[in-house]
């Protein structure tokens, strides 16, 4: 079955730093996309950062990039700058289902402290 | 233009009774979700729709009914439904279900709560 593993529940940042979260997935395809999605107390989810598994470039998004190790099934999320507005659960995601639907992470909880 | 609509945003219903929920999309994503989230958990999929026809049914009681009107319409029909059944409803869309690209845009949610 592909999984994907999100490690820290939760985690803190004080404002204007730098904070890393963690996501590992386990696929046999060689070819797919990954996501990290970032749902506020607001609720809705909100696409923060994709990643093509062919490209060997890191995705970047202002604030937000992403270190992905192809090799290692590794697809980690930095936030630079960190600003209040970044508290939320943050999910990594990927289409592993069985007919390429995404599975989702846990989720970890990020608090941005002033 | 990157929006998912959803009605109502918040719903309070009895046991006995029928109601709808409603998604909308006008970005000519031909797939289109129904996911359930409980407090603190990742979505939970529900139903896939792809070209209008029913595609995944994560075996989900029959008390919820989805229906895909028109490849921009999405509704969940709710009957007899439980306590348990509280929770967020979330629609998203996709360009279509290949498993590949498979990003997904959200609508802000229902919030149901069933007395």
């Known amino acids: 079955a592909q999984t994907v593993t999100q490690s820290q529940p939760e985690m803190s940042v004080q404002e204007a730093e730098t904070v890393t979260l963690s996501c590992t997935y386990d696929t046999s395809e060689n070819n797919y996309y990954l996501f990290w999605y970032k749902q506020p107390p607001s609720r809705q989810m909100i696409l923060v950062i994709r990643q093509e598994a062919y490209k060997q470039q890191n995705a970047t998004e202002n604030r937000f990039s992403v270190n992905f190790q192809k090799a290692a099934k590794s697809f980690s999320l930095k936030i630079s700058d960190s600003q209040l507005g970044d508290t939320a659960m943050y999910f990594c995601a990927f289409p592993g289902g069985s007919q390429g639907n995404l599975i989702f992470g846990k989720g970890t909880k990020l608090s941005v402290k002033p | 233009d990157t929006e998912v609509t959803q009605t109502p945003k918040h719903l309070v219903m009895g046991m006995t009774n029928k109601k709808s929920l409603k998604c909308e999309q006008h970005m000519g994503h031909r797939a289109m979700y129904w996911y359930k989230q409980k407090a603190k958990k990742p979505p939970e999929l529900m139903f896939v729709?792809?070209?209008?026809?029913?595609?995944i049914n994560e075996s989900v009681p029959s008390r919820f009914s989805p229906e895909c009107p028109n490849s921009s319409l999405l509704n969940l029909h709710l009957h007899a439904l439980q306590p348990e059944d509280s929770a967020l409803y979330l629609c998203?869309?996709?360009?279509?279900?290949?498993?590949?690209?498979?990003?997904?845009?959200f609508g802000p949610g229902t919030r149901l709560l069933v007395l």
């Open positions: 998203a869309s996709s360009q279509a279900l290949t498993g590949f690209d498979e990003t997904q845009y």
């Open positions: 729709y792809s070209y209008e026809k029913l595609s």
